[in-house]
């Protein structure tokens, strides 16, 4: 049995691992009662977020630190960091926080209602917020108020004034910018102005995209971003065994485990995944410019579970239309992939498929080509004879390689950076791990279909080349790069 002593030092210890609890759950009853006294199971210890957290997990103000970046493995205890530091600021009366999320769905669902949230943290009843969904906002009974925000509505936080904000997954954040060429992040570190020390903390699985780069240098040249870092394992004893075998069985020596598990920043791809980082080209595009692609298709990977453990890939392409494909450039709109039901993610395609008013939608032939055609049809009727599938005799390996060789030629372009499908593309290993992710195989339909081997249905009978006064479309790395799409042409 652990001694009071014992315990004592490691508590001191700056490199401890295990919470308070944990090393008090170590002593036997008589010594429990002897250091935290005789009322030590009341309630009110329940509530106590210093006793029940690991030292990593515990956000200390500083007026050195505007921004404090927690980019750890998934099952860290991340959102329950978030969570916990946004009800102890909310205690003071009048409190403004922004709680920001990649979708209004996901803060929403994650940062308030997941398991992990606000609302359902261990606390008294008296202290706990009332969500208004007419608002999008929390209302806590001492007059404290959280707005929920998303990367979708870049201005949504323009206007507002907060002490405090938490952003959670910003990795993930499609950069959505408004008409002042400012993202959510950008305009709630604007915003996060109120009080003697305004603070931002950010949850996020590291990914390699721009914002959070930029983040971990200004840790180091600025000193206003503390940085912390942890792994899957330092949770170990609130996780499943069983998930820990699982995820460290399927990701362990692959780059997913170092990004995903160990919350590493990975610099550069991995030796072998198809994709190098230089060769994924952004190029800005308007809505209004994007419409005139030539061809616009809805690529689809499902997921036939009523239980899905995978995601259903949804990546809408549009490409140029010359006769030879090979002088093609295509141009990746839009990455609206989602863990859902056959039921919902069918609706989710028949909607994109609308939004984008697309010319046909492509899935892969021999995996759930009937399921997916069965489900849109009840759906939608009219997608009668749109609905095209690309043959897949090989392995996704050797099918995706192609594609892969048609980004080094720079003829894919994406409009905006996409950080999940990307995140996949430069860290998936084919030899290592043969099962391709899903955003990448619907990926791989769409350019497939309209770049390697376009469907009868979908080809157009006679191409017209336009003159040499061909309007031009953006292409290139960046988003100031702009040169004519080489050799854009329209049917009659």
Same mark, same amino acid.
């Given at each position: 049995?652990?001694?009071?002593?014992?315990?004592?030092?490691?508590?001191?210890?700056?490199?401890?691992?295990?919470?308070?609890?944990?090393?008090?759950?170590?002593?036997?009853?008589?010594?429990?009662?002897?250091?935290?006294?005789?009322?030590?199971?009341?309630?009110?210890?329940?509530?106590?977020?210093?006793?029940?957290?690991?030292?990593?997990?515990?956000?200390?103000?500083?007026?050195?630190?505007?921004?404090?970046?927690?980019?750890?493995?998934?099952?860290?205890?991340?959102?329950?960091?978030?969570?916990?530091?946004?009800?102890?600021?909310?205690?003071?009366?009048?409190?403004?926080?922004?709680?920001?999320?990649?979708?209004?769905?996901?803060?929403?669902?994650?940062?308030?209602?997941?398991?992990?949230?606000?609302?359902?943290?261990?606390?008294?009843?008296?202290?706990?917020?009332?969500?208004?969904?007419?608002?999008?906002?929390?209302?806590?009974?001492?007059?404290?108020?959280?707005?929920?925000?998303?990367?979708?509505?870049?201005?949504?936080?323009?206007?507002?004034?907060?002490?405090?904000?938490?952003?959670?997954?910003?990795?993930?954040?499609?950069?959505?910018?408004?008409?002042?060429?400012?993202?959510?992040?950008?305009?709630?570190?604007?915003?996060?102005?109120?009080?003697?020390?305004?603070?931002?903390?950010?949850?996020?699985?590291?990914?390699?995209?721009?914002?959070?780069?930029?983040?971990?240098?200004?840790?180091?040249?600025?000193?206003?971003?503390?940085?912390?870092?942890?792994?899957?394992?330092?949770?170990?004893?609130?996780?499943?065994?069983?998930?820990?075998?699982?995820?460290?069985?399927?990701?362990?020596?692959?780059?997913?485990?170092?990004?995903?598990?160990?919350?590493?920043?990975?610099?550069?791809?991995?030796?072998?995944?198809?994709?190098?980082?230089?060769?994924? =080209?952004?190029?800005? $595009?308007?809505?209004? &410019?994007?419409?005139?692609? %030539?061809?616009?298709?809805?690529? +689809? @990977?499902?997921? #036939?579970?009523?239980?899905?453990?995978?995601?259903?890939?949804?990546?809408?392409?549009?490409?140029?239309?010359?006769?030879?494909?090979?002088?093609?450039?295509?141009?990746?709109?839009?990455?609206?992939?989602?863990?859902?039901?056959?039921?919902?993610?069918?609706?989710?395609?028949?909607?994109?498929?609308?939004?984008?008013?697309?010319?046909?939608?492509?899935?892969?032939?021999?995996?759930?080509?009937?399921?997916?055609?069965?489900?849109?049809?009840?759906?939608?009727?009219?997608?009668?004879?749109?609905?095209?599938?690309?043959?897949?005799?090989?392995?996704?390996?050797?099918?995706?390689?192609?594609?892969?060789?048609?980004?080094?030629?720079?003829?894919?372009?994406?409009?905006?950076?996409?950080?999940? =499908?990307?995140?996949? $593309?430069?860290?998936? &290993?084919?030899?290592?791990? %043969?099962?391709?992710?899903?955003? +990448? @195989?619907?990926? #791989?339909?769409?350019?497939?279909?309209?770049?390697?081997?376009?469907?009868?249905?979908?080809?157009?009978?006679?191409?017209?080349?336009?003159?040499?006064?061909?309007?031009?479309?953006?292409?290139?790395?960046?988003?100031?790069?702009?040169?004519?799409?080489?050799?854009?042409?329209?049917?009659?």
């Amino acid at each position: 049995m652990t001694t009071l002593e014992e315990v004592a030092l490691r508590f001191q210890d700056p490199n401890r691992l295990e919470s308070m609890a944990e090393l008090v759950a170590m002593l036997s009853e008589e010594d429990q009662t002897e250091l935290l006294g005789e009322n030590w199971k009341s309630e009110g210890l329940l509530y106590d977020w210093n006793f029940w957290a690991r030292r990593k997990q515990l956000v200390k103000d500083t007026p050195y630190y505007n921004v404090h970046l927690f980019l750890t493995g998934r099952g860290f205890g991340k959102t329950r960091s978030g969570a916990e530091w946004v009800r102890e600021k909310a205690k003071v009366p009048g409190t403004r926080i922004a709680l920001v999320g990649r979708t209004a769905a996901e803060v929403r669902d994650v940062s308030v209602f997941g398991e992990s949230g606000i609302m359902n943290l261990p606390q008294p009843a008296s202290e706990k917020p009332v969500y208004k969904p007419s608002e999008s906002a929390l209302y806590w009974p001492n007059g404290s108020y959280a707005k929920l925000l998303s990367a979708e509505k870049p201005d949504a936080a323009r206007g507002s004034q907060f002490h405090y904000a938490w952003v959670d997954e910003l990795a993930s954040y499609t950069p959505f910018v408004g008409p002042d060429g400012l993202t959510t992040f950008d305009n709630v570190r604007l915003a996060t102005r109120l009080g003697e020390h305004p603070i931002i903390i950010v949850t996020t699985t590291p990914k390699r995209v721009k914002i959070i780069r930029d983040l971990i240098t200004e840790s180091k040249e600025k000193g206003t971003v503390k940085l912390i870092r942890g792994s899957t394992d330092e949770n170990r004893s609130n996780l499943s065994s069983v998930y820990l075998d699982v995820v460290h069985g399927s990701f362990d020596g692959t780059a997913v485990a170092k990004q995903e598990l160990d919350g590493e920043m990975l610099d550069e791809a991995p030796e072998g995944a198809l994709w190098a980082e230089e060769n994924i =080209l952004h190029a800005a $595009m308007s809505r209004e &410019e994007a419409m005139r692609l %030539p061809y616009r298709v809805v690529a +689809v @990977d499902p997921t #036939v579970a009523k239980d899905p453990r995978d995601e259903c890939g949804i990546v809408v392409v549009g490409s140029t239309s010359e006769v030879g494909m090979h002088k093609r450039t295509a141009y990746v709109l839009a990455d609206e992939s989602l863990k859902a039901t056959p039921e919902v993610w069918a609706q989710k395609v028949v909607d994109t498929f609308n939004e984008w008013k697309c010319h046909g939608i492509i899935v892969e032939k021999n995996q759930g080509h009937h399921l997916l055609t069965m489900a849109l049809l009840n759906i939608d009727p009219t997608l009668e004879g749109r609905i095209f599938p690309v043959n897949a005799g090989q392995s996704k390996a050797l099918r995706a390689e192609p594609v892969a060789q048609i980004y080094e030629q720079h003829r894919v372009n994406h409009i905006l950076a996409f950080p999940l =499908l990307e995140t996949q $593309m430069t860290t998936w &290993e084919p030899e290592i791990t %043969p099962k391709s992710p899903d955003r +990448v @195989d619907a990926l #791989v339909h769409g350019i497939t279909g309209l770049l390697l081997d376009m469907p009868k249905g979908l080809r157009r009978k006679k191409m017209v080349a336009k003159s040499s006064a061909a309007r031009r479309l953006p292409t290139g790395r960046g988003t100031g790069m702009v040169r004519p799409a080489p050799g854009l042409t329209r049917g009659r």
